[in-house]
Antibody
Framework: VQLVDSGGALVQPGGSLTLSCTAS????????MGWVRQAPGRGLEWISS????????YYADSVKGRFSISRDNTRNTLHLHLGSLSVEDTAIYYC?????????????WGQGTLVTVSS | SYELTQPHSVSVSLGQTAKIACGGH??????VSWYQQRPGQSPMVVIF???KRPSGIPERISGSNSGNTATLTISGTQAVDEADYYC?????????FGGGTKLTVL
């Protein structure tokens, strides 16, 4: 299993950005996926998740209405569109794979991609 | 919303046993996962469903869950165990993480 995160950049406040995660080594369309972020020197914060078919999506209150998660099962890619960015969104963003069945864990993590929001 | 509380830091002498607590209201009713994050690396799961170890995780790492506290125990602590540890549960369809505990091996 491999998850490769990309798309992080320096963005001005109010700007937008799209992150991507390219997956391999497992049946992508059978796995729910998500994003977890970590601000500099801080803990982990769950941001968003999406079901395997891409129909059901979930968001943390901190990003609801600003961020949008999507997936392309034909290309084994996961996306996160970040909008109306503020300095508080500065963080490393990790793509995560849900564990099988009802294990309840994130069993694989990407290497992370850094988003810096600054003027 | 549901909250998990962890101590900011725990220190343990080399070879001794470290215990990291994760507190939450009736956390026993939820499955707890634990993640280890070494400096500069991505987190990795070390315990899921309270007590289970993924393949490759040594037996000296174990978990328990009772009442309002889940506990990660590391026996015979080694230098490689020095890391940040996070507990995790589900609150409906939202993932909740504890604030993290920095384990220092003396």
């Amino acid at each position: 299993v491999q998850l490769v995160d990309s798309g992080g950049a320096l963005v001005q406040p109010g700007g937008s950005l799209t992150l991507s995660c390219t997956a391999s080594g497992f049946s992508f369309s059978d796995s729910a996926m998500g994003w977890v972020r970590q601000a500099p020197g801080r803990g982990l914060e769950w941001i968003s998740s999406i079901g395997g078919a891409g129909i059901k999506t979930y968001y943390a209150d901190s990003v609801k209405g600003r961020f949008s998660i999507s997936r392309d099962n034909t290309r084994n890619t996961l996306h996160l569109h970040l909008g109306s960015l503020s300095v508080e969104d500065t963080a490393i963003y990790y793509c995560v794979k849900y564990g099988p069945g009802y294990t309840g864990m994130f069993d694989f993590w990407g290497q992370g991609t850094l988003v810096t929001v600054s003027s | 919303s549901y909250e998990l509380t962890q101590p900011h830091s725990v220190s343990v002498s080399l070879g001794q046993t470290a215990k990291i607590a994760c507190g939450g209201h009736r956390v026993v009713d939820r499955y707890v996962s634990w993640y280890q994050q070494r400096p500069g690396q991505s987190p990795m799961v070390v315990i899921f469903q309270d007590t289970k170890r993924p393949s490759g995780i040594p037996e000296r790492i174990s978990g328990s869950n009772s009442g309002n506290t889940a506990t990660l125990t590391i026996s015979g602590t080694q230098a490689v165990d020095e890391a940040d540890y996070y507990c995790h549960v589900w609150d409906n369809s939202s993932a909740v993480f504890g604030g993290g505990t920095k384990l220092t091996v003396l």
